[in-house]
């Protein structure tokens, strides 16, 4: 399946790109782990500068961190799941699943109506809660939500990290959309690999 079919933008193949553009894909390779450049990055293949903000952002959401890369995989999943963006759930329930996160957990991410239809521990639908309310309806959030989160066990740093990661995904999310590259998880490449074994990817 050739996941670029409905994209609205041209995309630079790897092969065929030059200068600050070939060394942006070296690098998301680099942090991807990953033999290929997704697909959501070349989106702005034609654009480095733009490109060199995104890269950031992974860098920011992924490579550092003080929360566990699969909880922030999750965050990344469920923003996505919430913004109805399948592409993105695919790819991030890959990434999930390869730093350990249970395979149960990453299909009810699929299918879940809501937060209270995941199987993870109530500190972690209480962070859930927060960031879908983020995405929805981020003005309405209080300093009543923040403390509950805190109460849950929440720092303050780790709440700022996954608003971080919950903002960038509400862009992510838009640009794969909106460009037309989300239309189903099979389109992403990411989400067709054998997630690797022992959780240390």
Avoid at 124 to 137: A, D, I, P
Wanted: hydrophobic share 40%.
């Amino acid at each position: 399946m050739d996941a670029t079919t409905h994209v609205r933008v041209p995309l630079v193949d790897e092969g065929q790109a030059e200068g600050r553009l070939a060394e942006l894909y070296a690098d998301i390779k680099s942090n991807t782990n990953l033999p290929f450049v997704p697909d959501m990055f070349r989106l702005l293949s034609t654009r480095p500068d733009l490109l060199e903000g995104v890269v950031a952002g992974y860098k920011g959401m992924f490579i550092t961190g003080i929360m566990p890369r699969q909880t922030r995989e999750l965050i990344a999943a469920w923003t996505s799941k919430v913004n109805q963006c399948p592409y993105c759930v695919g790819t991030h329930n890959f990434f999930f699943q390869a730093f350990g996160g249970p395979q149960e957990t990453a299909q009810a991410v699929e299918s879940a109506e809501s937060v209270e239809d995941l199987p993870v521990d109530e500190k972690h639908k209480v962070l859930l809660r927060l960031l879908t309310k983020l995405s929805k309806e981020a003005y309405k959030i209080t300093d009543v939500d923040w403390k509950l989160a805190t109460d849950a066990g929440w720092t303050s740093e780790e709440l700022l990290e996954g608003f971080f990661i919950a903002g960038m995904f509400n862009f992510i999310t838009r640009m794969v959309d909106g460009l037309g590259l989300g239309f189903s998880v099979a389109a992403s490449r990411v989400s067709q690999q054998e997630v690797p074994t022992g959780g240390d990817a």
